[in-house]
């Protein structure tokens, strides 16, 4: 079942055009990678299916409903979550006190607090770091902090936007089993990337995007198998 459809998505910024012709679909409960090069269009096209950045042409559908036009903070409330790239937390703020942030919309509580109990057992090195301020943590456990706030409104659809940008490898890969994590959980996960190589490692399958356009797709075994990709986006010969 497709979950997340974009059909010949075109948007930008300040009359630029970013994104000439997007199209792409996320099957429930799966993950699915967008990769490139920086500046290729990634982030540009998570803003546009969250409306943060306006859609000039083209349709986005999630769960079979038109949500083009859909305002952001209707979409959460669809299960529509995105942890941004730098992770934005509060940093004069307590771990638990961020998390509980991501769960401002929920009126039963008892359910938020089941939500931060679940991210506690995903995240057992938050739990145990719950009081301190976000602002103290590393890069690695500030994006634990990031990706568990995004789940705290209990998404069915989860977007990350460059989740190991900064991170050092053991972290890259530490972070990447939390997502790995969640998604057995049931939650489908769309995960923007550069670092191409390690998201193919757990990703069900890979869009690359290339100044503004899908430039080829495929599961990571078919990509992997094209000479042009390896040696553009993986570095190798």
């Known amino acids: 079942m497709v979950i997340l459809k974009a059909e010949h998505l075109q948007s930008g910024y300040d009359g630029t055009p970013v ?30 299916i969250t409306g943060t950045v306006r859609a000039t042409s083209g349709r986005i559908e999630y769960n079979g409903l038109d949500i083009t036009r859909m305002p952001t903070h209707k979409m959460v409330e669809l299960g529509i979550a995105l942890v941004p790239e730098g992770r934005h937390l509060f940093n004069r703020m307590s771990i638990k006190d961020n998390l509980l942030m ?15 109990e679940q991210m506690y057992e995903i995240f057992p090195r938050i739990k145990e770091r719950s009081s301190q301020l976000a602002g ?9 902090v990031a990706i568990a706030r995004g789940m705290m409104c209990g998404p069915r659809l989860l ?5 190991s940008l900064g991170l050092m490898p053991k972290l890259v890969e530490e972070v990447f089993s939390f997502v790995q994590r969640i998604n057995q959980l049931g939650t489908t996960i769309v995960i923007v990337e550069q670092n191409a190589s390690e998201t193919l490692k757990f990703a069900d399958y890979a869009y690359v995007v290339s100044e503004g356009e899908i430039a080829t797709h495929g599961t990571p075994q ?16």
């Not at 103290?136 to 634990?144: D, H, K, N």
């Not at 078919?222 to 010969?237: F, M, P, S, V």
């Open 19 to 48: 994104l000439h012709d997007i199209s792409f679909e996320v099957e429930d409960k799966k993950i699915v990678a967008i990769l490139g090069s920086n500046g290729a269009g990634k982030t540009t096209t998570l803003r546009t």
């Open 102 to 116: 991501g769960a401002y919309r929920e009126t039963d509580k008892a359910k938020a607090a089941q939500r931060l």
């Open 136 to 144: 103290t943590l590393s890069g690695g456990e500030q994006q634990m």
């Open 222 to 237: 078919a990509l992997l198998e094209k000479d042009e990709i390896r040696k553009i986006y993986l570095g190798r010969a």
């Open 159 to 163: 977007m990350l936007d460059e989740p």
